[in-house]
């Protein structure tokens, strides 16, 4: 947001989204990044390319060990576009399986994975002008953000909106198996040991139940702005 005010200029800053899944953060961070010229982080992307790599070289998901390994040399990039890459193939569809969700959240619990991960997403976001999702960020990764919001939504209405979003891929689902599911990976992420799920102290609760993306990106926006950041 390079706007310019009697003689100042606005200065960069970093903004963490963390909430549960399936609340549309990455949504609302691609929509921030481009109306604000910043650069989206997704870190559950990350999650799922651990994920992803283990399944494909028969990794068991709870052996932790060779998991850590594994999260340590494989080569994870993320595009400004917003496309991911695994060891330069890009698996930017294939990690969005169920299959895949399942298996990030499984991984995510392991201390050895975490700590490859967040070291790179520290490095990524070294600068300012970066926009990072997940559920750490606030608290773990980015402690020092200038803007921490926890987006939230009711299950059932996270669920709708999976549901939807199934249904213009043509994939008709099962509403209470998606919503159960749903509630199944937050329970997970909030009570595991390692960096589970929480809201950190500084960050301000949006509840995005009843809110359109439009109205999310804009009250994130005005949040940015009553906090101006000037040289
Ligand atoms: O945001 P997502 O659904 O793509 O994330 C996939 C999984 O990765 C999810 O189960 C939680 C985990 N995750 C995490 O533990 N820490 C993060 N910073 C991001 C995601």
Redesign the pocket.
């Known amino acids: 947001m390079d706007i310019v005010s009697e003689g100042n200029y606005l200065m960069k800053i970093n903004i963490a989204i963390?909430g549960p899944?399936?609340s549309g953060?990455?949504t609302i961070a691609k929509r921030l990044a481009s109306e604000l010229g910043y650069i989206h982080i997704?870190?559950?992307?990350?999650?799922?390319c651990v994920?992803y790599q283990a399944i494909k070289q028969g990794i068991d998901l709870s052996d932790e060990k060779s998991l850590g390994e594994m999260a340590q040399t494989m080569d994870i990039s993320l595009s400004v576009d917003g496309r991911v890459f695994l060891n330069h193939q890009d698996v930017t569809e294939e990690?969005?399986q169920e299959e895949i969700?399942?298996g990030?959240?499984?991984?995510?619990?392991y201390a050895n994975v975490?700590t490859a991960?967040?070291k790179r997403?520290q490095k990524m976001a070294e600068t300012k002008g970066f926009i990072?999702?997940?559920?750490?960020?606030g608290t773990?990764?980015l402690p020092d953000a200038e803007v921490k919001i926890f987006q939230t939504a009711s299950a059932a209405s996270r669920a709708v909106r999976r549901y939807k979003e199934n249904l213009g891929k043509g994939i008709e689902s099962d509403f209470e198996l998606l919503k159960n599911e749903i509630e199944q990976?937050d329970y997970?992420?909030m009570h595991?040991k390692e960096?589970p799920?929480r809201k950190a102290e500084d960050a301000i609760e949006i509840d995005t139940s009843d809110m359109t993306v439009d109205q999310v990106v804009s009250k994130i926006i005005s949040l940015i702005a009553e906090r101006s950041y000037y040289d």
Do not use: F, H
Not at 104 to 109: G, L, Q, Y
Not at 132 to 137: A, K, L, P, Q
């Open positions: 963390d899944s399936a953060k990455s997704d870190t559950g992307a990350m999650y799922r994920a990690i969005r969700s399942v990030a959240s499984k991984v995510s619990i975490r991960m967040v997403q990072v999702d997940g559920r750490d960020i773990v990764v990976r997970q992420d595991r960096s799920l």
